[in-house]
């Protein structure tokens, strides 16, 4: 499994301001598109494209007017990668069938593995969910031969 581009980009842009923000203590600072694009080497319209759907999904929220621009929607502890991906690409399912209304398997009447599906979608949720967006902002943990195995 891997995720999609876009759900990457959404993971290094929401790690961008979650460092900025906490730069300037307690999650106030704002920070504006531009800046994280500059910041994530990201192309602007890419960027704007991800703040709009992390701030649909309540991760990011806009302040207007004088010192306005982007900020957390809640803390970077209380913000899982399971919430981004999400943002970006709907609900988490291995499987396409096991998204609620979708019918285009041709295995579907006969299937035995779909009922099991929601089983690992929910394993695979439970565990990005365990990982909070201030993982990210951390230094990179060294790798050791038992890592790369």
């Given at each position: 499994m891997r995720l999609s581009s876009?759900?990457?980009y959404a993971v290094v842009t929401m790690t961008a301001a979650a460092r900025h923000c906490g730069r300037h203590g307690a999650g106030e600072a704002r920070v504006s598109a531009q800046q994280l694009a500059d910041e994530t080497g990201l192309p602007v319209p890419t960027v704007q494209k991800l703040v709009s759907k992390l701030s649909a999904a309540g991760l990011l929220k806009?302040?207007?007017g004088l010192g306005g621009g982007l900020?957390?929607?809640r803390p970077a502890a209380a913000i899982s990668l399971?919430?981004?991906v999400e943002a970006v690409e709907g609900p988490i399912a291995m499987a396409p069938c096991s998204l609620h209304g979708r019918h285009?398997?041709?295995l579907e009447a006969d299937c035995t593995v779909r009922p099991h599906w929601p089983m690992v979608d929910a394993a695979l949720r439970?565990?990005?969910a365990g990982v909070p967006l201030t993982q990210f902002s951390?230094?990179?943990p060294v790798a050791t031969p038992e890592m790369t195995a």
């Open positions: 876009m759900a990457d806009s302040v207007r900020k957390l929607a399971a919430d981004i285009d398997c041709t439970g565990a990005l951390r230094p990179a």
